[in-house]
């Protein structure tokens, strides 16, 4: 299954959810662009990865490397994902 993305405005937070997997390929290439997109805006952006049924270790790494760019550019950014209880 592939990557499902659906963006969402919370007053002046972008929340971008995520669904499929996220997964070396075409996946992480579109999720880099979609979320650097959004930063480079300067929005607030939450990723919403309840619906992620998938992630393997390029797709971790991805989201290290988005998350710690945006920190550095003094963006906010945080990660949602479901409880487990």
């Known amino acids: 299954m592939a990557l499902r993305t659906e963006i969402r405005i919370l007053g002046d937070v972008i929340v971008l959810c995520c669904g499929g ?9 579109a999720f880099r662009a979609e ?13 919403d990865l309840s ?5 393997d270790s390029m797709g971790l790494a991805a989201l290290v490397r988005l ?4 920190s550095s550019e003094k963006v906010r950014s945080d990660w949602s994902v479901p409880d487990s209880t």
């Open 67 to 70: 998350f710690t760019g945006a």
């Open 21 to 29: 997997r996220l997964v070396i390929g075409q996946e992480i290439t």
């Open 51 to 55: 619906e992620i049924e998938h992630i």
């Open 35 to 47: 979320v650097k997109k959004l930063l480079s805006e300067r929005h607030g952006v939450v990723l």
